[in-house]
């Protein structure tokens, strides 16, 4: 025999324990028992069922049957001081009390309960306890364990009907959200002109190497992990709040444009880390952002939201986005094409961090240390290191995720699996092997775009015709400059219109590019067909061998699927090494065939080159 007590072992530690008493009443020489209970549930912390501190004592068959076997019934006299049991067992639920015997527990007895729970295996655990004193050791009490509840009440401990009450909330919630531990998701934020969805898709794909979940939102749609929760153009402060809310999100990659900041401002009051890719002209002349010194401040939102213990990522090799860094809050990083930038040598040797295009490597930069990613030519989003501006988007991406704590390691597994493919960046620089020549699909649309399309394409050895257009609610002067970037890119235009024209009438747009195109072409060739689709089919039915066919699409999945309805052969990775061997400083290595030659091996004689210094964080 002995009393009931319950001990509460939570993330296996005791952190209470309660002497349970069951439902009794105890005599006056006057009262009958039926009395004393109606004394006792006049207690004001007696409630119906849990609702209050005790619970009030009700009179059933059990209660008869007890009073029966202690030879009383309802209208017995007890004598002063005696007591008697109106239940077996000791819950509150049934009107019992509750004991606080925290501090009297036997070290002994701790020990072993807590030793219960990790054998039980349950962080929350209520063990319950017979023994005549609890403070002394089960053994010498013939004490027993007689149950392990995996959902224990609170109530006897919070609330004691006499003793010390204990905060067990407490504990509960270290255990869950351990003090010190981040209690948000961490946010990166991006825009710019150009590369925000590809830089976008690209930081999530560096995350998701970490084996967190990465919700993303891009031009395209809202993703959590692979998953498309919601398509569309999906830029704005309410598309960020989906993922924000969302309760399997770990990591947060917001895709932030112009129009949503305009509209309803940021979906969030800090970011971890903000990017800036780049300011140049586009959608000016709307909603009074009329020059791009405009549109430069509007960008500049993103970053100065960052938290000061965060990183402002900028583009060193841009003034308007370099010139944000005098007002941003947060540590700065640069990124840039050029390894002697001025700019970025005096920043890492004042110990900043910055990431660079140095000897053919993506590179990250702190103080003296320079921790070499990858060579660009075996970055398939680089397109062999022939794309400058993909280097660019792919530095920005790097720095982001490596200030935010993401290892090298992580971040060149990342490097090497991601593509310029309709899979993992639909509508940016997908290129398509189409037999006899090749088609590239690129959401370019604006002046900056077109300059950083024609340095991937000025590198093509074949024949480049431009399908090209604009969206419709740009300036006149922006088309007819269109034209005069097209004209210099491509051996052969043909120019076309959205659908959508954005109440401009049909053919002025294209009127416009026409005229950019004849002030700078010359004899450039060019045609006008204003359908989208028909100017699409005209260039592929028209190409010429070992050409390139560059389409500039308003509805990227229609162009994809105008290409896949000619069946294009499957791409090989390029720059995937097979094999290595070392000879008198050379490297000869076996690799896939290049994007000009057939199915097949070649063999690279490659000067081996040594490594400055290189270093891994973490």
Known sequence: MGQDHRVLVINHKVVAVAERVPAHVVGDGESTISELVDETNRDPRRGEGHDNILTRIEIDRTTWQLLDRQGYNLDTILPAGEICYLRATANLSTGGIAVDRTDDIHPENIWLAQRVSRIIGLDITGIDIVTSDISRPLRETDGVIVEVNAAPGFRMHVCPSEGIPRNVAEPVINMLFPPGTPTRVPIIAITGTNGKTTTTRLIAHIFKQTQQVVGYTTTDGIYIQDYLVEKGDTTGPQSAQV????????????????????????????????????????????????????????????????????????NADDPLAAAMAQRVKAQVAYFSMNPESE??????????????????????????????????????????????????NALAASLAAFAQGVSI??????????????????????????????????????????????????????????????????????????????????????????????GRPRGEAAALIVQGIQEVGGDRPYEVILNETEAVNTALDS????????????????????????????????????????????????????????????????????????????
């Open 243 to 314: 993922i924000l809310q969302d309760p399997t999100v770990e990591v947060a990659v917001l895709e932030t444009a112009r129009g949503g900041i305009l509209r309803s401002g940021l979906g969030f009051s800090q970011c971890d880390v903000g990017v800036v890719l780049n300011v140049a002209a586009d959608h000016l002349g709307i909603g009074d952002i009329e020059t791009v010194e405009d549109l430069a401040h509007l960008k500049s939102v993103v970053v100065e939201t960052a938290r000061p213990n965060g990183y402002a990522v900028l």
């Open 409 to 502: 390691e992580n971040i060149r597994a990342a490097l090497m699996t991601f593509q310029a493919s309709v899979d993992q960046t639909p509508g940016r620089m997908n290129l398509f092997d189409l037999g006899k020549f090749h088609a590239l699909i690129d959401y370019a649309h604006n002046p900056a775009s077109y300059e950083a399309l024609g340095s991937f394409v000025r590198n093509w050895p074949g024949e480049c015709t431009g399908v090209v257009g604009g969206p419709g609610d740009r300036r006149d002067e922006d088309f007819i400059t269109l034209g005069k970037l097209a004209a210099d890119i491509f051996d052969r235009i043909i120019v076309k219109e959205d659908d959508d024209t954005r």
């Open 543 to 618: 190409a010429p061998s070992d050409g390139l066919v560059v389409i500039l699409p308003e509805t990227v999945s229609r162009a994809i699927s105008l290409i896949k309805s000619r069946n294009p052969l499957q791409q090989p990775n390029p720059y995937q090494t097979a094999s290595a061997n070392n000879s008198n400083g050379k490297y000869t290595v076996m690799v896939e065939a290049a994007a000009n030659t057939q199915n097949g091996f070649q063999t690279v004689e490659v000067q081996a080159q040594t490594e400055e210094t290189t270093l891994n964080r973490g």
């Open 343 to 392: 700019l970025v040598r005096s920043h890492t040797q004042k110990g900043g961090l910055a990431a660079v295009y140095e000897n053919g490597y993506l590179s990250i930069l702190k103080g003296d240390w320079t921790l070499r990613i990858e060579q660009a030519i075996h970055v398939p989003l680089t397109m062999g290191g022939r794309a400058p501006f993909m280097i660019a």
